[in-house]
């Protein structure tokens, strides 16, 4: 082991040393030298990446090895694990619940922490740097609104490290103050971001939920876990204008990426809507008039929203029975305009009117909803031909906002089998439709057959016996309508059950070449995965909606 001297004596000796001499010589005997100890740590490269979660311990054994001197001093060293500027530990091992500033850095990757060994003889100080990425168990999954007995709760079915696990009552999880106790919870509604699920100070780039019930619209927020018109919410809104409140009710909440929203809410039967996209535009204006016909009257128009971020929106004339178009905000907007405070008619051509027509014959809009980003499908009931099955996509330019293409429109042949329908799901990339009743499940594929009559009832592939659907939909990956999944999921409930145990969500693959259901195994659809029955789970309330949580 070599030995390793401090040199005590500086400054001019190495000057003194080339002068002639005119003293005696020094003696570099005389030197007053002392033997140190070194710290050698190993097993922790500056490279080294280390994963941590929330509310977990982190343990980190970095192995320090002392080179010990002959004679020397006794080895005294100290310790201390660095992050941010913070010491999180002076032990030589790192034992540690990740929370403070660890969990401050969830979410982004190769943050980098420092541990450092101090020579407490000489003050000389080693140290090593790793990278350290910080997850959680609350940050990706799917959150469910479940009905409890004369109340309700947040479920929160956590994707972590490929596996699904069920957390129960998020709500009461974090002491929520959000009033419940004899409320029904009727829809709810989820901002993305990439952080877990908090009670925290959040904003619209972070995750907020809306949950209505039949007595008010509550926001999620910071403060007192609950508001009925957060600072979250604070830029859609001026003064004067409609508020947050039990009359406002949500609408389609379209997402693009994790800080663009655009919102369609509906007031004292008026709609309005606001946007993050390329500035903040406030719900300050109905937009339900129609640019040059009269700007001043207003119309009923359907819940049902057709909504895209970056290119226009479909909604429906329900006084006037007619589709109309509403543009978006255009690259670089910091202000409203005519273009996104009214809506616009949609015209028919000749060769538009053999899909489908965008104004003639409609008698009313059963539904519609997106099925992709960009693409959309409605269900309308035509005066001479019966009910209709639509297709239309949008223009994906922000340039082009004003774009809205027919691609696809066929006739039901029998009309009372619709009239039983409660939800209608299209799969995001393959030609299958499917319907559902509250104890059937039926799927067709859509062709260029003029009449589409072929279904096929496919209920015992995803309803248990005795239960009856409250969820059926392709969950988009980013909350509302972007990236659907490519399975199914369900959420029903036994009537006969126990109130707020009686509830199960499934999730099913979709067999690209028959449209056929196989209960999903795993989070990545492996067979033999962690659940015995497939991504089945019950124990919970009602379903009333699922929203998926995006890491």
Same mark, same amino acid.
């Given at each position: 082991?070599?030995?390793?001297?401090?040199?005590?004596?500086?400054?001019?000796?190495?000057?003194?040393?080339?002068?002639?001499?005119?003293?005696?010589?020094?003696?570099?005997?005389?030197?007053?030298?002392?033997?140190? !100890?070194?710290?050698?740590?190993?097993?922790?490269? !500056?490279?080294?990446?280390?994963?941590?979660?929330?509310?977990?311990?982190?343990?980190?054994?970095?192995?320090?090895?002392?080179?010990?001197?002959?004679?020397?001093?006794?080895?005294?060293?100290?310790?201390?694990?660095?992050?941010?500027?913070?010491?999180?530990?002076?032990?030589?091992?790192?034992?540690?619940?990740?929370?403070?500033?660890?969990?401050?850095? %969830?979410?982004?990757?190769?943050?980098?922490?420092?541990?450092?060994?101090?020579?407490?003889?000489?003050?000389?100080?080693? *140290?090593?740097?790793?990278?350290?990425?910080?997850?959680?168990?609350?940050?990706?999954?799917?959150?469910?609104? *479940?009905?409890?007995?004369?109340?309700?709760?947040?479920?929160?079915?956590?994707?972590?490290?490929?596996?699904?696990?069920?957390? *129960?009552?998020?709500?009461?999880?974090?002491e929520s103050t959000v009033p419940r106790l004899g409320e029904t919870p009727k829809a709810f509604h989820a901002f993305q971001n990439n952080r877990p699920l908090r009670m925290g100070p959040i904003n619209l780039?972070? #995750?907020?939920?809306?949950?209505?019930?039949?007595?008010?619209?509550?926001?999620? !927020?910071?403060?007192?876990?609950?508001?009925?018109?957060?600072?979250?919410?604070?830029?859609?809104? /001026?003064?004067?204008?409609?508020?947050?409140?039990?009359?406002?009710?949500?609408?389609?909440?379209?997402? $693009?990426?994790?800080?663009?929203?655009?919102? #369609?809410?509906?007031?004292?039967?008026?709609?309005?809507?606001?946007?993050?996209?390329?500035?903040?535009?406030?719900?300050?204006?109905?937009?339900?008039?129609?640019?040059?016909?009269?700007?001043?009257?207003?119309?009923?128009?359907?819940?049902?929203?057709?909504?895209?971020?970056?290119?226009?929106?479909?909604?429906?004339?329900?006084?006037?029975?007619?589709?109309?178009?509403?543009?978006?905000?255009?690259?670089?907007?910091?202000?409203?305009?005519?273009?996104?405070?009214? %809506?616009?008619?949609?015209?028919?051509?000749?060769?538009?009117?053999?899909?489908?027509?965008?104004?003639? !014959?409609?008698?009313?809009?059963?539904?519609?909803?997106?099925?992709?980003?960009?693409?959309?499908?409605?269900?309308?009931?035509?005066?001479?031909?019966? #009910?209709?099955?639509?297709?239309?996509?949008?223009?994906?330019?922000?340039?082009?906002?004003? /774009?809205?293409?027919?691609?696809?429109?066929?006739?039901?042949?029998?009309?009372?089998?619709?009239?039983?329908?409660? $939800?209608?799901?299209?799969?995001?990339?393959?030609?299958?439709?499917?319907?559902?009743?509250?104890?059937?499940?039926?799927?067709?594929?859509?062709?260029?057959?003029?009449?589409?009559?072929?279904?096929?009832?496919?209920?015992?592939?995803?309803?248990?016996?005795?239960?009856?659907?409250? /969820?059926?939909?392709?969950?988009?990956?980013?909350?509302? *309508?972007?990236?659907?999944?490519?399975?199914?999921?369900?959420?029903?409930?036994?009537?006969?059950?126990? /109130?707020?145990?009686?509830?199960?969500?499934?999730?099913?693959?979709?067999?690209?070449?028959?449209?056929?259901?196989?209960?999903?195994?795993?989070?990545?659809?492996?067979?033999?995965?962690?659940?015995?029955?497939?991504?089945?789970?019950?124990?919970?309330?009602?379903?009333?909606?699922?929203?998926?949580?995006?890491?």
């Open positions: 082991m070599k030995n390793i001297y401090k040199l005590i004596l500086v400054g001019m000796a190495g000057v003194l040393l080339g002068l002639p001499s005119c003293s005696n010589e020094i003696d570099p005997n005389d030197l007053m030298l002392h033997p140190i !100890n070194t710290a050698v740590i190993v097993g922790l490269g !500056n490279t080294q990446r280390y994963n941590a979660v929330v509310g977990e311990i982190l343990t980190i054994d970095p192995i320090v090895v002392f080179l010990e001197v002959p004679n020397g001093p006794a080895p005294d060293f100290s310790f201390a694990w660095y992050m941010g500027g913070e010491v999180i530990s002076e032990e030589e091992i790192l034992r540690v619940r990740v929370e403070g500033e660890l969990a401050r850095v %969830l979410g982004n990757r190769d943050n980098i922490m420092a541990f450092r060994v101090t020579d407490n003889n000489t003050g000389i100080v080693v *140290t090593r740097t790793v990278y350290l990425n910080v997850t959680s168990r609350l940050t990706r999954g799917w959150l469910a609104l *479940t009905e409890r007995d004369n109340s309700y709760d947040i479920d929160f079915l956590v994707n972590f490290n490929d596996t699904v696990t069920l957390h *129960t009552g998020i709500l009461d999880m974090f780039t972070g #995750y907020t939920i809306w949950v209505q019930t039949d007595k008010a619209i509550y926001n999620l !927020n910071a403060a007192d876990n609950y508001s009925l018109f957060s600072s979250d919410l604070l830029p859609f809104a /001026v003064p004067g204008t409609p508020a947050f409140s039990a009359g406002f009710i949500p609408g389609r909440i379209t997402t $693009f990426s994790h800080s663009a929203v655009r919102l #369609y809410m509906k007031y004292d039967g008026n709609m309005y809507s606001a946007t993050s996209q390329n500035g903040l535009f406030p719900f300050e204006f109905p937009i339900n008039r129609v640019s040059g016909e009269n700007n001043d009257a207003l119309f009923n128009v359907s819940p049902y929203v057709f909504g895209t971020v970056v290119g226009a929106s479909l909604l429906f004339d329900e006084d006037n029975k007619r589709f109309l178009r509403h543009n978006h905000p255009p690259a670089g907007a910091t202000s409203p305009s005519r273009g996104i405070t009214f %809506l616009h008619p949609l015209f028919d051509t000749a060769e538009d009117v053999a899909l489908f027509s965008w104004t003639d !014959n409609i008698e009313r809009l059963v539904y519609m909803s997106n099925y992709n980003t960009n693409a959309g499908f409605a269900i309308i009931k035509d005066k001479v031909l019966g #009910y209709r099955y639509l297709e239309f996509a949008t223009s994906t330019s922000v340039l082009a906002n004003n /774009v809205m293409n027919k691609s696809f429109g066929r006739t039901f042949n029998d009309n009372a089998f619709i009239e039983s329908a409660k $939800f209608f799901a299209k799969h995001p990339s393959q030609p299958y439709f499917y319907m559902a009743s509250e104890d059937k499940v039926y799927r067709m594929m859509v062709s260029t057959n003029e009449l589409i009559n072929m279904w096929e009832d496919v209920t015992d592939e995803v309803l248990k016996q005795g239960y009856r659907i409250s /969820v059926f939909q392709f969950t988009a990956n980013n909350g509302s *309508t972007g990236s659907p999944q490519g399975y199914i999921t369900v959420g029903s409930y036994n009537p006969n059950g126990k /109130v707020g145990e009686n509830g199960r969500i499934e999730f099913f693959n979709v067999d690209g070449a028959t449209g056929n259901f196989t209960p999903r195994e795993t989070v990545s659809g492996v067979a033999g995965g962690e659940f015995e029955e497939g991504m089945s789970f019950t124990g919970i309330g009602k379903p009333i909606g699922i929203s998926y949580k995006n890491q």
